[in-house]
């Protein structure tokens, strides 16, 4: 296989095929082995810093692979076992990459945009708290409602009135 090198050599590409990696010294008219020895740290310094990129960009497109698989699933019933399965990571592995990347882990992430989405609903409808507490993924309303608080610091009633006196109701 052939590796490209884009290193310091007067902004070129040198392409270096299994043949060509004695002409390579040649053309950068290195005489001594010091200068090898320095060209040899740069080009292995520059692959490994290739490689780091590549791994991270990977990663962050994982995340956002989980945070939109997440974000049309939410409302329903997900789980992280699941969601690691089907982007064939474990879930603990996958958890920890959502914690360094966006800041929260699967349990957080979810829970976020469930409270966020029953915000919404608090307060753009007139739905009871158990049918909010449906739609964004609690069978329990009263689990919901603790969560809720856990999260805004208020009931859910309680933010739906403070929403409308704020006049934040349509």
Known sequence: PDLYYHGQSEGRAIRMGWLDRFDLLRWMDLHHMGDVRDWLERLREDILEYIQ???????????RRAQDI???????????SELAEQLDLTPGYLSGLMKKYIGKT???????????????????THDKIYAVAVAVGYEDAFYFSRIFKRETGMTPGDWRKRAEQRGDVP
Request: glycine share 4%.
């Open 53 to 63: 990129k590549e791994r991270t960009d990977g990663r962050q497109m994982v995340v």
């Open 70 to 80: 997440v974000t049309q699933r939410f409302c329903g019933e997900i789980t992280l």
């Open 106 to 124: 699967f349990s957080e992430y979810l829970t976020y945009l469930r409270m966020e989405q029953a915000k919404k609903l608090l307060r753009e």
